[in-house]
């Protein structure tokens, strides 16, 4: 029986994705996309998982899409690459966009092409200081397919942006911190260690307000300045309600920890 190519494990509330090609560099192939796209849904509507990390087995995250399916060995037409794209391929894209969960990338080697893309899916990245980045579609004669064109400049900036995909520069840990690429870079040996911990740091909060704040900034993101305050102010209504915050504050006068319920 074949190793699953991409892995999910649960424990204290994190579900941990590690995809599993490491002999591949974890390269992106059919059976993967299926895999994960599987995974997604359960990360998305199992209880049991509150947040959810990201990461690559072996010592890549990923290195993009496989490229024994592409250059001459690519056999199908444009409307069948335009179809392979919008209906597979990106459902990665599309699925982690819906869940409102903490996604945390741990890039813990290197992030290329579509692999760089994957990591930009998720709502933060931590990187061992030996990851490496690298837009590197052009160099391929590709565009960015997953996503990158979207998240990108959202992340790092127009310019900057522009300046990764053109130059396809690899850029490292220190230097993705630097760009805001990344949030933390720790050694290679404490990286899901270090992320673990953060991650059940995030947990220890109330959880509504932590998917309720994802949702918000992601929306705020297209919006003016009055529509986002109508919008918080009818979130506020429900959180100044809610069970969890008397908690909070009950907590914080008697000097405990609270005890979240979730409502």
């Avoid at 059940?200 to 919006?223: G, S, T």
Wanted: with cysteine.
């Amino acid at each position: 029986m074949s190793q699953k190519t991409v892995i999910l494990e649960v424990k204290d509330k994190i579900g941990t994705i590690t995809i599993n090609k490491p002999s591949r560099k974890n390269a992106i192939d059919t059976e993967m996309v299926n895999l994960w796209s599987d995974i997604l849904d359960e990360c998305k509507t199992n209880n049991e998982i509150s947040a959810i990390i990201l990461t690559g087995a072996g010592d890549a995250f990923c290195a993009g899409g496989d490229k024994a399916n592409l250059g001459a060995n690519n056999k199908i037409d444009p409307l069948q690459t335009k179809n392979h794209f919008w209906d597979h391929f990106q459902r990665i894209a599309k699925k982690t966009a819906e869940i409102d969960k903490p996604i945390i990338a741990a890039v813990n080697g290197m992030a290329t092409g579509a692999g760089m893309d994957m990591s930009l899916h998720c709502d933060i990245r931590f990187a061992a200081k030996s990851a490496i980045f690298r837009a590197s579609y052009a160099a391929f004669g590709l565009v960015p397919g997953n996503g990158g064109t979207y998240f990108l400049p959202r992340i790092v900036g127009t310019s900057k942006a522009l300046e990764l995909f053109w130059s396809t520069d690899v850029i490292d840990a220190e230097e993705a911190l630097r760009i805001g690429l990344v949030n933390k870079v720790f050694d290679d040996k404490l990286l899901m260690e270090k992320t673990i911990e953060w991650v059940k740091n995030v947990l220890d909060q109330a959880p509504i307000p932590v998917r309720v704040i994802k949702r918000l900034i992601y929306q705020n993101i297209n919006m003016d300045l009055l529509t986002s305050l109508d919008l918080i102010s009818s979130h506020m209504a429900f959180a100044r309600t809610s069970y969890d915050h008397a908690e909070a504050i009950a907590a914080n006068e008697e000097k405990r920890k609270p005890n979240f319920e979730g409502r």
